[in-house]
């Protein structure tokens, strides 16, 4: 079965305190790994797509790669206002959209 | 600017009513979502939209229903058949269709609360 598994389920840092937020994957034929930033009562703002391994993308302090199993979304140097929840989702070979449940990510300043 | 508005923000529901959620686009995405979000859990898919006047069941429709007779717009409508809505639904669109790797963008979300 199609399946995605995001971690940590929450993650608290300090401000300029690196870390990675984790997506692990098991599906069939890879079509898509989306990335999202959501804030609390609002839709999911929409970050980056990767379609194959090795590819990687960057916007600010975020940074998206891909592996056959898993995508990592690296924060570096983090602030406050980068605090939100962070979802993932694969286009399987259906074409089917699988989310992940989320990590949410708490920066205190 | 271009976007995806969803009305109203917050609603609440009676047992036994049926209400509307509605959803416009302006940015003349051929395909529309409806995705439910509960704490915990990632994104379900309700109902998708391709085209003017077709629709789609998507994984949990039961107790849902959708309209499309316009490109703009996608209502949804929680039926007094859906035994435990209380939840905060997404709409989203995209420019092709659901066979894609297209992105989907999202509304602001409704919550919809049972009394």
């Known amino acids: 079965e199609d399946q995605v598994t995001q971690s940590p389920e929450a993650l608290r840092l300090q401000e300029g305190e690196s870390s990675s937020l984790n997506c692990s994957y098991t599906v069939s034929g890879l079509r898509g790994l989306f990335w999202y930033r959501q804030d609390p009562g609002k839709g999911p703002e929409f970050l980056f797509t990767l379609y194959s391994a090795g590819e990687e993308k960057e916007k600010e302090r975020l940074k998206a790669t891909l592996t056959k199993k898993e995508s990592f979304l690296h924060i570096t140097a983090p602030k406050p206002e980068d605090s939100a929840t962070y979802l993932c989702?694969?286009?399987?070979?259906?074409?089917?959209?699988?989310w992940g449940a989320g990590t949410k990510l708490i920066i205190k300043p | 600017d271009g976007g995806i508005t969803q009305s109203p923000k917050y609603l609440f529901r009676k047992e036994g009513q049926n209400v509307t959620l509605s959803c416009e686009q302006n940015l003349n995405h051929d395909a529309m979502y409806w995705y439910r979000q509960d704490p915990g859990q990632g994104l379900r898919l309700i109902y998708y939209?391709?085209?003017?006047?077709?629709?789609q069941k998507g994984d949990i429709a039961e107790g849902y229903s959708v309209s499309r007779e316009k490109k703009e717009s996608f209502p949804l409508t929680v039926t007094s058949a859906q035994k435990n809505p209380t939840a905060f639904y997404l709409c989203?669109?995209?420019?092709?269709?659901?066979?894609?790797?297209?992105?989907?963008?999202f509304g602001p979300g409704t919550r919809l609360t049972v009394l």
């Open positions: 989203a669109s995209s420019e092709l269709d659901i066979t894609s790797t297209d992105t989907q963008y």
């Open positions: 939209s391709q085209i003017v006047n077709d629709f």
């Open positions: 989702a694969v286009r399987d070979s259906n074409y089917q959209l699988i």
